[in-house]
């Protein structure tokens, strides 16, 4: 006690900002917990609900595809089939309660990596690789579906993240993965007041959140009153391999035939396409 109280008044105060810190963090950590599903009929359940989240990204590139006269071969669709076959998905849902007490739910469909301008028709610069200009004309982001995507330069509570981490792209980073895209989306509509914090948020990824998503979900749980769940599919290769091969098998499916759904919404017009 002797000891403490003699410390210099700066050294009490880094002391106690410090606490102050670390209690800050457990509460956030305690708030989010993180699961591995391996039970078989999870695993089918969570697949289903990521394929719903990359249809929903899948359709946006539909749309925008449809308008590039450039593309007109299959072969004009690998590269695009390539990248988007390897991206992480991951589909948030948000249960919280409005004004009137009504219990209410929106979902987020997050994917990570270059949209699909990028990849169609590359664009100079290294951030616009990764937002899409006029992309409401593309989507169908109507509540509960929500396209979550990532606005540079607005206000946000887990700004002071490190999104980066070792071979990431100099001034990309972690900025653009699934998760964070979708909880900057949450957080854009619960500043807006669109919705109330408060709430609970159910995550559910393709792969495991890495440091800096796991860091992001923390700071976001403890700064807006939300409890947050995250589900994950297990690594590839892992038992039961058949079941974690589902949502793989179905992507690699749905690129594999884009090209013609493409062509059919270049013939029905940009509102009568469908990704199924």
């Known amino acids: 006690m002797n000891t403490i109280t003699s410390l210099p008044r700066a050294a009490l105060l880094a002391t106690a900002w410090l606490g102050a810190t670390l209690a800050s963090v457990d509460a956030a950590a305690a708030r989010v917990t993180y699961e591995v599903v391996r039970d078989r009929q999870e695993i089918v359940s969570v697949s289903q609900r990521l394929i719903g989240s990359f249809k929903f990204n899948l359709r946006g590139a539909q749309r925008f ?18 990248e988007w076959g390897r991206t992480a998905v991951s589909q948030m849902e948000y249960r919280w309660t409005n004004a009137a007490g009504l219990e209410r739910t929106t979902v987020y469909h997050g994917m990570s990596g270059r949209v699909a301008t990028a990849v169609f028709s590359p664009m100079n610069g290294s951030t616009a690789q990764y937002t899409i200009p006029e992309w409401r004309s593309y989507y169908g982001d109507r509540n509960p579906n929500v396209y979550a995507h990532v606005v540079m330069d607005e206000p946000t509570a887990i700004a002071s993240v490190e999104t980066h981490a070792p071979g990431d792209l100099p001034g990309i980073g972690r900025q653009f993965d699934a998760e964070m895209r979708g909880l900057r989306t949450l957080e854009r509509d619960l500043l807006a007041q669109n919705l109330s914090g408060g709430g609970r948020l159910t995550v559910w990824a393709s792969a495991e959140p890495c440091p ?51 062509a059919n919404e270049r013939g029905k017009g940009v509102d009568a396409g469908c990704v199924r």
């Open 65 to 82: 595809a449809a308008t590039q006269t450039t593309l007109s071969t299959p072969a004009d669709f690998d590269p695009f089939a390539q």
């Open 212 to 262: 800096v998503c796991r860091r992001a979900i923390e700071q976001f749980a403890n700064a807006y009153d939300v409890d947050v769940s995250v589900y994950f599919l297990p690594p590839v290769g892992d038992p039961p391999i058949y079941e974690r091969r589902i949502f793989q098998m179905t992507r690699n499916r749905l690129l594999r035939n884009f090209h013609l759904r493409v």
